[in-house]
DNA sequence: CGCGAGCTTGATGCCGATCAATGCATGTGG
DNA sequence: CCACATGCATTGATCGGCATCAAGCTCGCG
């Protein structure tokens, strides 16, 4: 149902939380082994997601919460109107569907940029007042937390930024996140067009293109298609920060 | 009664959760009475912010969260390079404080826009596994959830909305919040400047100006100084969905 | 090989930023 | 009570960045 091979199972063995690679980054962070093994008790098995497929649609009925474990995401939010835009890229470790709690209904559509699995942790494991219930709302409530703070900073540079700055404030951000999962600070993969990263930037995608183009003539980076490197990191956080025009 | 007074207490008495006016809006919502009774063993006492004041500034550190009783509140995001935005504006019911439960610190400033009072919500209260802490963490998930959805549209409205479009969403916005609140969703008093607009809304205070007078010219909406009066609901809707430039 | 999705580059025009001046309301001190 | 200062709001003139429209270009894939 969820990939393009007949033969995928719907859910694949489980790996439990505990003895997960991603354990200092996802949920699992800073929790003692009790709590661990509380939480691991409430997480499913994995789920696999290929690549174009959505984990699930806004105004989907919300069950459960996912973690990605491997793979690569986006979340689109839609207007009545229509219109749409990307409000975030999610990669392993990053929690998706924190914006449905509320209305019991997903707001947002999730889709895999390239296969991908995610770790299904059902909601009823929030409802009942069981200790591993309350490390996992702990946890959650961190997450969103943090999903708030980042927001804001998107927030920021949509209503303040030039398109320069955007994407080299996007880049940075996507280098750091990358590197804290034990990839490359400085050569990147762009999972996503130059589409999405407008979507996401609030800018047309030949905007994106020519952006690209001067950040590279001035030798801050090199870019082909999707492969990226950076240059001059200090350079494009000066230019993140409204040096240059 | 504000703290500009020298002889103003730090703390009034409470109001317990279960007889405010505000209990439907505010963490109380869809809660049993039992649910109630431990949510308001958690709840501390009102505190008084005046005018211009600070409830708290990024970096401080997080010892509570906070519930908008009466008054109004903006909070600020500031990049590091000195750059402030407004990221949301709070009215009774609201709450203060949820982007700090990640870090431990703030991560806005809270800035009351008139005489305030807030509800007092000491961070011990969350920690410890007591069947209040349950209870207020599962309306904390939610209302983070709900904050998280309105972020979503208004970096919807950042990225991909022109001037008119912005503000006639945001007024909208503003007059179905103060309606929920028991006011007159057509006319209201606009408690932030054309500037603290135009900061939320990603455009400069000329720009809100000659917005403001252009929807005024359109028969849409009648405004004066800081009081407004919505005269079309339905165009101002269409406003908003783009239908004009 | 040829098609198509995605990317780049160019030409033009418009929206909103910017700079600058004036108007309006509130408050303060003489 | 008036004169003045101050903060906020409006209006005008100009300019620049980015959207828009329109071709080509590149690369992966059937």
Redesign the pocket.
Known sequence: MSTQHPFAAPELGKVPCSGCRLRALCLPANLSNWELAQLDALVNAQRPVARGQSLFRAGDRFDSLYAVRTGFFKTCATAEDGREQVTGFQMPGDLLGLAALDAGRHAVDAVALEDAQVCVIPFDSLEAPSPGAHVLQRQLLKAMSRLIVRDHGVMLLLGS??????LAAFLLNLAQRLQALGYSGSALV?R???????SYL????????????GL?EQGLLE????ELRILDVAGLQRRASGDV?
């Open positions: 930024m030039r398109a320069g700055q955007r762009l996503m067009t130059r589409e999405e990263i407008g609030g800018m047309k995608e030949e905007t994106v293109s020519r952006t690209f183009t590279q870019v082909r298609q999707r025009g």
